[in-house]
Nanobody
Framework: QVDLVESGGGLVQAGGSLRLSCAASGRSFDTYDAGWFRQAPGKGREFVAYINWGGFSTNYGNSLGGRFTISRDNAKNMLYLQMENLKPEATANYYC????????????????WGQGTQVTVSS
């Protein structure tokens, strides 16, 4: 079992930056691939970024509304999402997830989820 808690969301003007963090507790987080998803009101959960267990392989969604970088620090059991040059279309609730089985771009593949952190980008 892995518990995930996101933080770092908030309100930012277009063109600004935010860094989301995801703290993992429980065993074996450093052996799991992980990812970030987001969900805007009235829309499904959208793939944002993926990182493998060691941090040496990453993958990103399309048309994210800014420049996004996923990273992790396994020594601290932390997952991060750096977001820069944000656009209003990036506004959503952002979730971290771990342990995908199958297609890592699909939310159904992930075993563990955080509760989400809201990101709002004003124009």
């Amino acid at each position: 079992q892995v518990d995930l808690v996101e933080s770092g969301g908030g309100l930012v003007q277009a063109g600004g930056s935010l860094r989301l963090s995801c703290a993992a507790s429980g065993r074996s987080f450093d052996t799991y691939d992980a990812g970030w998803f987001r969900q805007a009101p009235g829309k499904g959960r959208e793939f944002v970024a993926y990182i493998n267990w060691g941090g040496f392989s990453t993958n990103y969604g399309n048309s994210l509304g800014g420049r996004f970088t996923i990273s992790r620090d396994n020594a601290k059991n932390m997952l991060y999402l750096q977001m820069e040059n944000l656009k209003p279309e990036a506004t959503a609730n952002y979730y971290c997830a771990a342990r995908p089985i199958g297609n890592a771009r699909e939310p159904e593949s992930y075993a563990y989820w955080g509760q989400g952190t809201q990101v709002t980008v004003s124009s």
